[in-house]
C-alpha cells in the first residue's frame, strides 16, 4: 500500500454540524454487495435536487472546487449509525482526509481503519481555515502526519493522533497489516503457549477427527 506521510490538497468547506452517516451516504447507495460505486452517492441530497441535478449551492459543486480532496467540517462530523459506506464513499470520492472540531465514535474508528485521516482541531482554528477555504484564491493545504502538523496559508495547527493509527498512515498499512508487523512476537507466544498447555493445540482439528472417527 502506498504511504501517507503528507497529504497536500485542496480544502473545501462544509459548514454543517452533526453531519451523521446517513446523510454521507444515502441507504439507497447501500445496495451494492461490494464497495464499488459509492462516489456518485457521497452526499447525494446536499449535492443534488430531487431531479438529480447538481445543486450550485454546494460548495462541492463548485467548478474549481473539483480537485478537492480536504474536507472541513463541522462539529460532530460522522454521527450516527455505523454505516462504513460513508467512509468508503468519501475515500472513493477522492476525500483522503477530514478536519473538524470532532467526529462520531464509530466514524472514526471506522475512517482511521481505513486510512481516511481525520483530524481534529479547535473550532476557531477550523472557522478560520473555512474563512480562508471559502475565498477566491485559497491556497493549498498541507497535512504532515509524521510531524502531526497542518499548515494551510498562515495558520499552522497541531493534531493529535495514535502512536497505532499514524504507524499505520506512514507504514501504508490497514490494522491487519499492522498486525503482521508482529509475526514473530504472535508466533513465539502462541509456541510458548501451547508449550504450557498442549492439551488446547488443535483442539478443534482434533475434535473434528475424533467426531468423524465415531459410529453414527
Given at each position: 500500500m502506498p504511504t501517507d506521510r503528507t497529504i497536500t490538497g485542496q480544502a473545501t468547506a462544509l459548514r454543517i454540524d452533526n453531519l451523521d452517516t446517513d446523510q454521507i451516504m444515502p441507504k439507497q447507495f447501500l445496495r451494492g454487495i461490494d464497495k464499488s460505486g459509492l462516489a456518485q452517492g457521497l452526499l447525494y441530497d446536499l449535492r443534488f435536487d430531487k431531479s438529480g441535478t447538481l445543486r450550485p449551492e454546494c460548495a462541492l459543486n463548485h467548478p474549481d472546487r473539483a480537485g478537492t480532496n480536504v474536507l472541513l467540517g463541522g462539529s460532530n462530523f460522522g454521527?450516527?449509525?455505523?454505516?462504513?459506506h460513508a467512509v468508503w464513499g468519501l475515500l472513493q470520492y477522492g476525500i483522503q482526509a477530514v478536519v473538524a472540531p470532532s467526529f462520531g465514535e464509530i466514524f472514526y474508528?471506522?475512517?482511521m481503519g481505513n486510512r481516511l485521516l481525520l483530524v481534529q482541531l479547535d473550532p476557531?482554528?477550523?472557522?478560520?481555515?473555512m474563512d480562508l477555504a471559502d475565498g477566491a484564491e485559497a491556497p493549498p493545504m498541507q497535512i504532515d502526519v509524521a510531524s502531526r502538523k497542518v499548515t494551510y496559508g498562515p495558520i499552522q495547527a497541531e493534531f493529535p493522533i495514535s502512536q497505532r493509527h499514524q504507524t499505520m498512515f506512514l507504514q501504508g498499512v490497514d490494522v491487519i497489516g499492522l498486525t503482521l508487523n508482529h509475526q514473530e512476537e504472535i508466533h513465539a507466544f502462541a509456541e510458548s503457549h501451547w508449550a504450557k498447555q498442549p492439551w488446547v493445540r488443535d483442539v478443534a482439528k482434533r475434535m473434528k477427527e475424533h467426531l468423524d472417527s465415531s459410529p453414527r
Amino acid at each position: 500500500m502506498p504511504t501517507d506521510r503528507t497529504i497536500t490538497g485542496q480544502a473545501t468547506a462544509l459548514r454543517i454540524d452533526n453531519l451523521d452517516t446517513d446523510q454521507i451516504m444515502p441507504k439507497q447507495f447501500l445496495r451494492g454487495i461490494d464497495k464499488s460505486g459509492l462516489a456518485q452517492g457521497l452526499l447525494y441530497d446536499l449535492r443534488f435536487d430531487k431531479s438529480g441535478t447538481l445543486r450550485p449551492e454546494c460548495a462541492l459543486n463548485h467548478p474549481d472546487r473539483a480537485g478537492t480532496n480536504v474536507l472541513l467540517g463541522g462539529s460532530n462530523f460522522g454521527c450516527g449509525s455505523s454505516r462504513e459506506h460513508a467512509v468508503w464513499g468519501l475515500l472513493q470520492y477522492g476525500i483522503q482526509a477530514v478536519v473538524a472540531p470532532s467526529f462520531g465514535e464509530i466514524f472514526y474508528s471506522n475512517a482511521m481503519g481505513n486510512r481516511l485521516l481525520l483530524v481534529q482541531l479547535d473550532p476557531q482554528t477550523i472557522e478560520a481555515m473555512m474563512d480562508l477555504a471559502d475565498g477566491a484564491e485559497a491556497p493549498p493545504m498541507q497535512i504532515d502526519v509524521a510531524s502531526r502538523k497542518v499548515t494551510y496559508g498562515p495558520i499552522q495547527a497541531e493534531f493529535p493522533i495514535s502512536q497505532r493509527h499514524q504507524t499505520m498512515f506512514l507504514q501504508g498499512v490497514d490494522v491487519i497489516g499492522l498486525t503482521l508487523n508482529h509475526q514473530e512476537e504472535i508466533h513465539a507466544f502462541a509456541e510458548s503457549h501451547w508449550a504450557k498447555q498442549p492439551w488446547v493445540r488443535d483442539v478443534a482439528k482434533r475434535m473434528k477427527e475424533h467426531l468423524d472417527s465415531s459410529p453414527r
